[in-house]
């Protein structure tokens, strides 16, 4: 089984920043992609952004050139650096990951870290 820890969550004002963590740990093969998605209340659950083993990223419209996200493929933690906070990135922070065993992928979600943006 795979477990993630998330932190890094928490109460900033508008304009502010805050970075998240993820560490992934567990059985597998191989990680393909990690990642964060949020969800806000009464919103479903959206990509936030992507990093694939090789360092390729993808971003939400809504966040692109605002927040960062990273890996570091020797302790298996992904981050996100989120800057210029708008109240509407308030949400929940989820990290997922992919991971391959016997050929096979499994994904596994974090339980979730709150954002909130005051204005």
């Known amino acids: 089984q795979v477990q993630l820890v998330e932190s890094g969550g928490g109460l900033v004002q508008a304009g502010g920043s805050l970075r998240l963590s993820c560490a992934a740990s567990?059985?597998?093969?191989?990680?393909?992609?990690m990642g964060w998605y949020r969800q806000a209340p009464g919103k479903q659950r959206e990509l936030v952004a992507t990093i694939t083993t090789g360092g390729s990223t993808d971003y939400a419209d809504s966040v692109k050139g605002r927040f960062t996200i990273s890996r570091d493929n020797a302790e298996n933690t992904v981050y996100l650096q989120m800057n210029s906070l708008k109240p509407e990135d308030t949400a929940d922070y989820y990290c997922?990951?992919?991971?391959?065993?016997?050929?096979?992928?499994?994904?596994?979600w974090g339980r979730g870290t709150q954002v909130t943006v005051s204005s």
């Open positions: 567990g059985s597998w093969a191989s990680i393909n992609a």
């Open positions: 997922k990951i992919e991971v391959v065993r016997i050929r096979l992928i499994y994904v596994y």
